[in-house]
């Protein structure tokens, strides 16, 4: 036999996903920034041809256990002279491949990724900024951001800039750093600034199954006793 919807039980359904999608909406906010505290300072991981990825693992603020993310800043640093050439590409990974020093490396699956695009301009040093709209994609709470610059030209030098401390979320003060061999861990020596790279992500909590059950039985019962009347 069938199983059918009612009316009853679908207008709950219907007020149960406004109520949890209205919900979503209003608490979109800054699930991780480190942008406020620049170091003064660079780390170029690219140049010449090939290509060349690095980014943060980080754990992004808030309560939820995943988040949507609507958009992703970051700042990166180019030096050289030249046409500015090289293709720039920035992505999300989850941290379920294989291991490196016991750590769960980024795995080859990513969980977003905005394409390449030429970088027509820049400014040599610290101050460049690419900002990505990203649609909605739900990342775990510890996760790693990546960006890869590929076919600088002879002389030309790209990476990331150094901020610190992190003002909302936290990272672990290393790099996952990739150059065509594998993923690596990496850190800063000595004095220098720790390996935070200047970032922001926005994004909006995402409800436990539990919460999204929650809101429809609640809407269950506020229609049974409005039809009750």
């Not at 060349?52 to 030096?79: C, R």
């Not at 390449?116 to 820049?122: E, K, R």
């Not at 061999?181 to 020596?189: E, N, P, R």
Request: hydrophobic content about 40%; proline content about 3%; glycine content about 12%.
């Amino acid at each position: 036999m069938k199983n059918r919807f009612t009316p009853l039980f679908a207008q709950a359904l219907a007020v149960g996903a406004v109520a949890v999608l209205t919900q979503s909406a209003q608490s979109q906010s800054t699930v991780y920034d480190n942008t406020e505290t620049y170091a003064g300072a660079n780390f170029n991981y690219a140049s010449g041809a090939g290509t060349f990825m690095a980014g943060n693992e980080v754990v992004l603020g808030g309560t939820s256990t995943s988040d949507a993310i609507a958009t992703f800043q970051v700042q990166y640093d180019f030096t050289g002279t030249g046409t500015a050439a090289a293709s720039v590409d920035a992505s999300f990974y989850a941290n379920t491949g294989a291991t490196y020093n016991g750590y769960a490396t980024p795995a080859a699956t990513t969980l977003w990724d905005a394409g390449n695009f030429t970088l027509t301009s820049f400014t040599t040093g610290a101050g460049n900024t690419l900002t990505y709209t990203v649609p909605g994609t739900v990342v775990p709470k510890d996760f790693t951001w990546v960006v890869t610059f590929s076919g600088l030209a002879a002389g030309q030098a790209a990476g990331l800039s150094l901020y610190g401390p992190a003002a909302t979320g936290q990272n672990y003060h290393d790099a996952w750093l990739n150059s065509g061999t594998g993923w690596s861990l990496v850190q800063a020596s000595g004095s220098n600034p720790a390996l935070e790279f200047g970032a922001k992500l926005t994004g909006t909590g995402v409800p436990e199954p539990s919460t999204i059950a929650m809101g429809v039985m609640g809407a269950c019962a506020f229609l049974v006793r409005r039809f009750k009347k």
